[in-house]
């Protein structure tokens, strides 16, 4: 493994054969003034407009409270961030719109609107449309005059979206295409102006994507869905009848659509995962106050070890996965800002860039949604009994969370995309894994060496980071060999290999934070963070170690198996450390202030 | 209508108050300071009537480069300019000097600020200020109309409301429900940073100084006494307690 070179940016998945610096990564300990402004803003916003009508949300039978939300939202600005000011935005970049995302992500079913709304309802019309429709939609939809909806799914195509069946007819005279067929689960559907509808032109193989505004007519819908969680995010069944779209509605080309599709889901992937981790922090929040309020035995429950252990977890989770959006945020950024400068337009760079880092982007998806998940599961618990109550806040928070592992392409399919594209570039000859697969392959085979090659700050935790990346290309790249083409049809090793992945990029990503934290405050000011670090990495090698063996006992036997068991025995080492402890310092932390403080 | 909003930078509500040098100092370590919540209404209702009559508004703090994040944020909720008094805001005749000092060299119609601060709450600051520029010093204003001239006031006083009328210029000590509370928008915040913020050196020197701090001794455990031993409770307030 070789250190990423001077000025050389690493690229998507590298992060898996090439290391990187502390200083190269962005921390949100380094968000400037304007930027914690705007997250206020968010925080604001949740605070006075959202928070006290949770309950009137979710129960809102008709879409205009929502809709008037949406608009209150607009009036600030919050719609409109990632929109360039040429269209009446605020032109910010990724990583400001990934604070947005994060703060507003503690939002329940109005973050669902907005992050469908700003996400999946006006990102096709900003990288995929063309002057005139980027004019005539982009300010209306930055401002919240429009409301957007995004109209893939179908009743029989929700994972494998490039078979729906809707159809798009040229009309006879070749003003308009006439579509007709059926969408499902269409967040915001209910009061949306605008929808991005996929549909298939006569017998084309793959979608094609138009910009369907509602007054087109020939769109019905049905009555919202009844929903485990998030039951103020209007979602509907729309239908569409003869709906006519002029041509000129097209987005991007014929049969674009399902490229269109995928790129945009990819967006909105990291920006599901950065959202998860805010409504988190919220959950983590009011765990603590709870702890702290809560008396049984005539003492606080938070001054029991079993509490204490659940919120240093929590903590450590949420901390770690925080970490990791904003490092991949910022290569984004910076990819975005270095194709700019050679000549590529805005949407291009954005393109280009969040394509490069979609491996990355789907890490986020399902590491955010599963913190949160575990988070609110253990937030049920510490609130005990009332955790159980509807009329407790964990209720909410519990059934909305659910939803994250689902939608934005379920987070098996996010699994194997991680390790899928990771091979794909590896063919492509983008990414050189099988030289380092191959030198692993023969570390095994000999005997081990005891030098340690990292010196330095977290010098010992760098080398069991370099073990496990050894550990996966072990277990991917002896797989690889065993089933060639026929890897696809081995699901549940794919998905080992991206639980390694996932967790070898949110601890790296969390001891480089840790690093460059030390750097800025100096390192008695962050024991608490490098605790909730150390807490990580040894969670991450347990489970490296557990889904690296299940692999291994699928596909290897007899001398091969013995020899990679006792290879994986090795890469997952790890130096004694109280974890114990740590959870206690960082959970005496949170109760001392009722919060959760990083 | 041009208006001087005082405001002052104060630890978040939920901050964790302690302190260091021998109990002399605030400890600001890791503490997140805001916008005093009653500044933010005054500020709310002076940028209303700016919008509804038109003119300026001024904010104005006491405090060191510190507090420049909570004058932009006045400045992302709407101010048109800010002036920051470099110096510590050392106790409440000193920040009235300086407001005074302020208020002097330009003229306002209103001098608006919270009734008090939330840190010290020492809640005398305005009326110092009507004292040192001879004007009426009204506080707490809960509801304020101007017309023309005149403004027209509703505040709490003891055991009900007033309602009265004062002719400009006014300082005022104001508390919500005068005006809801404004949030900076996208647009506001992008443009705060081009606003004038003018930097000036304080006039007299700080009178007071804290020779330390405590907190208020941590709560006890409350201990339950059945109804039927109630005369043990005397017992307790006697010996224990030694209140009685």
């Known amino acids: 493994m070789s250190a990423v070179a001077e000025n050389e940016a690493i690229k998507g998945g590298e992060f898996l054969i090439k290391e990187t610096s502390a200083s190269d990564i962005f921390i949100p300990e380094e968000f400037n003034e304007e930027q914690q402004m705007i997250a206020e803003t968010c925080s604001d916003f949740l605070k006075t407009e959202v928070h006290p009508i949770l309950d009137e949300i979710d129960k809102a039978k008709t879409p205009e409270l929502m809709s008037s939300l949406m608009d209150k939202a607009g009036e600030l600005g919050l719609l409109g961030t990632a929109v360039p000011e040429e269209y009446e935005g605020f032109g910010m970049n990724f990583n400001t719109s990934m604070l947005v995302a994060e703060v507003l992500g503690a939002g329940y079913s109005f973050s669902v609107a907005q992050s469908a709304h700003t996400g999946i309802g006006t990102l096709p019309i900003l990288y995929y449309g063309n002057e005139n429709q980027k004019q005539k939609y982009l300010p209306k939809l930055a401002s919240g005059e429009w409301k957007a909806a ?36 269409i967040t915001n559907g209910g009061f949306a102006d605008l929808f991005i509808v996929f549909a298939k032109i006569e017998d084309d193989k793959n979608l094609t994507a138009f910009i369907v505004e509602k007054s087109y007519g020939g769109i019905t819908m049905n009555e919202p869905e009844h929903k485990m969680g998030i039951k103020g995010s209007d979602t509907r069944q729309i239908f569409f009848n003869d709906c006519m779209v002029p041509v000129e509605n097209m987005l991007s080309d014929r049969e674009k659509g399902f490229k269109i599709a995928v790129n945009i889901l990819n967006i909105g992937r990291i920006k599901l995962g950065i959202a998860a981790v805010g409504g988190a922090k919220g959950v983590l ?60 337009s805005d949407a291009e760079a954005k393109l280009k860039a969040l394509e490069q880092f979609a491996i990355e982007c789907a890490i986020m998806k399902v590491h955010g949604s599963e913190v949160l998940d575990f988070v609110v599961d253990e937030g049920v618990q510490v609130y005990g009994g009332m955790g159980y109550s509807a009329d407790a806040p964990m209720d909410r928070a519990y059934r909305d969370s659910r939803i994250n592992r689902i939608f934005e392409g379920t987070n098996e399919i996010n699994r194997l995309l991680i390790v899928d594209m990771l091979l794909k570039r590896a063919m492509k000859g983008e990414m050189d894994l099988m030289g380092p697969a191959g030198a692993v392959a023969k570390e095994i085979m000999s005997i081990p060496s005891f030098g340690d090659d990292h010196e330095g700050m977290f010098a010992a935790e760098k080398n069991v980071l370099k073990n496990l990346k050894k550990a996966v290309l072990m277990v991917a790249g002896a797989a690889v060999q065993k089933f060639m083409m026929k890897l696809s049809h081995e699901q549940e090793i794919l998905m080992n290999s991206a639980d390694m992945l996932i967790e070898i990029y949110a601890v790296e990503s969390a001891i480089l934070r840790v690093e460059k934290l030390i750097g800025i405050k100096g390192e008695e000011a962050v024991s608490l963070e490098k605790d909730m670090m150390m807490i990580y990495l040894h969670n991450a090698v347990a489970k490296c170690n557990m889904v690296g063996r299940e692999a291994i006992q699928a596909f290897a036997e007899g001398d091969e198996l013995r020899v990679m068991l006792m290879g994986l025995k090795r890469f997952t080492k790890i130096e004694p450390f109280n974890t114990k402890d740590a959870r206690r310092r960082v959970a005496d932390a949170m109760l001392a202030e009722s919060k959760y403080i990083f | 209508m041009n208006i001087l909003v005082c405001i002052s930078s104060v630890p978040d509500t939920t901050a964790k108050i302690t302190f260091k040098d021998d109990n002399t100092t605030f400890n600001k370590d890791g503490v997140t300071h805001i916008i005093g919540p009653y500044d933010d209404y005054a500020l709310a209702r002076a940028i209303e009537l700016k919008e509804e009559l038109g003119g300026t508004v001024t904010v104005l703090n006491v405090g060191t480069a510190e507090t420049e994040p909570q004058i932009r944020k006045a400045l992302a909720i709407g101010a048109d300019e800010a002036i920051r008094v470099d110096a510590e805001p050392t106790d409440s005749f000193f920040v009235a000097e300086q407001i005074a000092a302020v208020a002097k060299e330009n003229s306002y119609d209103l001098i608006m600020m919270g009734r008090e601060t939330t840190d010290y709450n020492s809640g005398v600051v305005h009326g110092i200020v009507g004292q040192l520029l001879g004007m009426p010093s009204l506080s707490p204003v809960m509801e304020l109309n101007i017309d023309g001239n005149t403004a027209k006031i509703s505040r709490e006083i003891e055991g009900g409301k007033e309602k009265l009328e004062a002719t400009l210029p006014l300082i005022l000590g104001c508390q919500e429900p005068i005006a809801e509370w404004k949030i900076a928008s996208m647009r506001g915040i992008m443009t705060a940073r081009k606003k004038p913020l003018n930097v000036r050196p304080a006039v007299g020197e700080g009178l007071t100084s804290v020779s330390s701090y405590s907190l208020p001794p941590e709560k006890g455990d409350c201990k339950m006494i059945p109804a039927e031993e109630a005369e043990k409770l005397i017992d307790l307030l006697q010996n224990e307690a030694k209140v009685l």
């Not at chain 1, 799914?153 to 070749?174: I, Q, R, V």
């Not at chain 1, 938070?302 to 945020?329: D, N, P, Q, T």
């Open chain 1, 285 to 344: 929040t009011q765990a603590v106050n709870y702890a702290n309020e809560r008396k049984q035995f005539g003492i606080s429950i938070g001054r029991f070890g079993a509490i204490k252990h659940k919120l240093g977890e929590m903590a450590s989770k949420i901390w770690v996965c925080e970490a990791a959006g904003y490092r991949a945020g910022q290569n984004i950024d910076d990819l975005i800002e270095k194709l700019k400068a050679e000549g590529k």
């Open chain 1, 150 to 185: 995004y109209c893939l799914t179908e009743p029989d195509s929700g994972s494998d979206a490039n078979s729906g069946k809707t159809k798009a007819e040229l009309t006879a005279d070749g003003k308009h295409y006439k579509i007709n067929g059926q969408k499902m689960w």
